[in-house]
């Protein structure tokens, strides 16, 4: 018989419904068979059956549910029951949702999340985590943090589990800065390339939170703990990209502001292409320091190349030493992130069942 692992899923949104849409693909699936999604919620509407919810009618209704002002009556964790394999997905970008994770753990629910407030914050919270699962013999799911799914965190956990040290991780790790940097050519002012970016959702609404680096800080403090250096947020130095006077704004002065980018970035725009180079906002973690800012990249420089909102990701290690590894692909976008979700799920339920899929 097959057994199956009762899923709560919290989000609706880009990802959430890709989820939704994923799982819905799978009905009548063996694939399908050994998953039984028993929670759907969003901060609107929480859907609850026992016997299971049809992923599309969860679609359907939970993106338009109306906001009632009141807080939604639903409770994940009692959706999910007492026993059995049961496992709690976090598609939202919620801060309290993250700060329960290791409770959901201790309480024997393992955790698939594609949000960096859990394992990128504060290094109190990522040791709490990894406790809870240790304890519980509770599984945390994170490929969908960093690089929406690509092979990142996996590779530098094999090298770590196979003897080495990693040496140096750098990275283009932001699909948006990712973006605007690849079309950056001076032709455009870079305020224009940002309304753009932000206008096409490559950027957040309020575009400062990507400029900033906050969420690239988050990405490389993920891949340095997963390569064995437990350090803090504040010891990772972060170069923002946004001025003081752009930062002071307020959200609808935002865009009247924009310009202020300009002049700095042409000028260092002009810097890097007078030696045929081009500029990438780049995170880079070596002798257990981490620092995230814009660089001038040269052709030789492992992280040259790729191309739209790809991240490009080099890993030094013993046996990477010369030559870096190097991966590269879609880093953000709802279905590889849903499909990297997922992946998580179909290994927490492998690893309960004691069958491990192959990475
Ligand atoms: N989009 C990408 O390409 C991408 C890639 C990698 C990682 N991620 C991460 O994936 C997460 C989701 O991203 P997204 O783009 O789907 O965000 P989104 O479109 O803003 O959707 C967030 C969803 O979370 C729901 N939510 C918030 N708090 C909740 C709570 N306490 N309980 C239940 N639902 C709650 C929201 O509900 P309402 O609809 O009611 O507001 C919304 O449906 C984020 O952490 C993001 O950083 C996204």
Redesign the pocket.
């Known amino acids: 018989m097959t057994a199956v692992a009762k899923i709560a899923l919290?989000?609706?949104?880009?990802?959430?419904l890709a989820v939704l849409r994923r799982l819905a693909q799978w009905q009548g699936s063996p694939r399908g068979d050994g998953l039984r999604l028993v929670y759907a919620?969003?901060?609107?509407l929480a859907l609850s059956d026992p016997a299971g919810l049809d992923p599309r009618n969860c679609a359907n209704l939970l993106?338009g549910a109306r906001r009632t002002g009141r807080a939604v009556d639903g409770d994940p964790l009692a959706a999910l029951g007492d026993g059995g394999i049961r496992i709690l997905i976090d598609?939202?970008?919620?801060a309290?949702?993250a700060a329960r994770h290791p409770a959901c753990l201790s309480a024997g629910v393992h955790v698939a999340t594609?949000?960096?407030?859990a394992a990128g914050t504060s290094l109190d919270h990522w040791r709490a985590i990894r406790e809870a699962c240790a304890q519980s013999s509770t599984g945390f799911g994170d490929r969908?943090?960093v690089g929406?799914g690509l092979p990142l965190l996996r590779s530098i956990r094999e090298l770590v589990a196979g003897g080495d040290h990693i040496h140096a991780i750098a990275g283009v790790m932001s699909?948006s800065l990712a973006w605007l940097f690849h079309h950056y050519d001076g032709s455009r002012p870079f305020s224009e390339l940002v309304r753009e970016a932000r206008d096409s959702g490559f950027t957040e609404p309020d575009p400062r939170e990507d400029l900033s680096g906050e969420d690239v800080r988050r990405k490389i403090l993920i891949l340095a703990r997963a390569a064995g250096f437990a350090i803090d947020s504040h010891q990772v130095e972060v170069a923002s990209l946004v001025p003081p006077a752009l930062a002071a704004a307020r959200a609808d002065e935002v865009d009247a502001r924009l310009h202020l980018l300009d002049e700095p970035l042409q000028a260092l725009l002009s810097a890097a292409r007078f030696e045929g180079c081009s500029l990438r906002f780049v995170a880079r973690l070596a002798d257990g320091k981490a620092r995230v800012g814009l660089e001038k990249l040269c052709p030789s420089d492992a992280l040259h190349g790729g191309g739209g909102t790809d991240n490009r990701v080099a890993i030094w290690s013993d046996r990477y030493r010369a030559q870096p590894l190097v991966i590269q692909g879609p880093g953000?976008?709802?279905d590889v992130?849903a499909a990297a979700l997922l992946d998580d799920v179909l290994h927490l339920r492998a690893m309960a069942v004691g069958k491990p899929l192959a990475a």
């Open positions: 919290l989000g609706s949104g880009t990802v959430g919620a969003n901060t609107r993106p598609a939202t970008a919620d309290g949702t594609a949000c960096k407030l969908a943090t929406a699909g953000a976008g709802a992130t």
